[in-house]
């Protein structure tokens, strides 16, 4: 099991930029793809990126391609997601998931390949 820990939600203004962080401790996160996920007020949970455990392979929902960039340090054992040119509908909790069954380069878009979640931090921007 991999315990996840998100930082770096907060307030934007429309335009603004944030920069989320998922944080684990165990090195099994080394070896995990990792995802986010969004979920707005009285949405399903959406996918919005993800990054191989090779740490490549980038995934990104269409609404947020060319806004949001996904990375990862793996001497930090850190998954982080940038995101730009931020707008009202990005205004959601930001989960990061830990998906143990995709290969070296792969990554998926399905909930149901992540098994490990983080609590989540929100994202609110203000138009």
């Known amino acids: 099991q991999v315990h996840l820990v998100e930082s770096g939600g907060g307030l934007a203004q429309a335009g603004g930029s944030l920069r989320l962080s998922c944080a684990a401790s165990e090195r099994a996160f080394n070896t995990n793809a990792v995802g986010w996920f969004r979920q707005a007020p009285g949405k399903e949970r959406e996918f919005v990126a993800a990054?191989?455990?090779?740490?490549?392979?980038?995934k990104y929902r269409e609404s947020v391609k060319g806004r949001f960039t996904i990375s990862r340090n793996k001497a930090e054992n850190t998954v982080s997601l940038e995101m730009n040119s931020l707008n009202a509908e990005d205004t959601a909790t930001y989960f990061c998931a830990a998906d143990p069954y995709s290969g070296y380069g792969e990554t998926s878009s399905i909930e149901g390949n992540y098994k490990d979640w983080g609590r989540g931090t929100q994202v609110t921007v203000s138009s």
């Open positions: 990054i191989s455990w090779a740490g490549g392979s980038p």
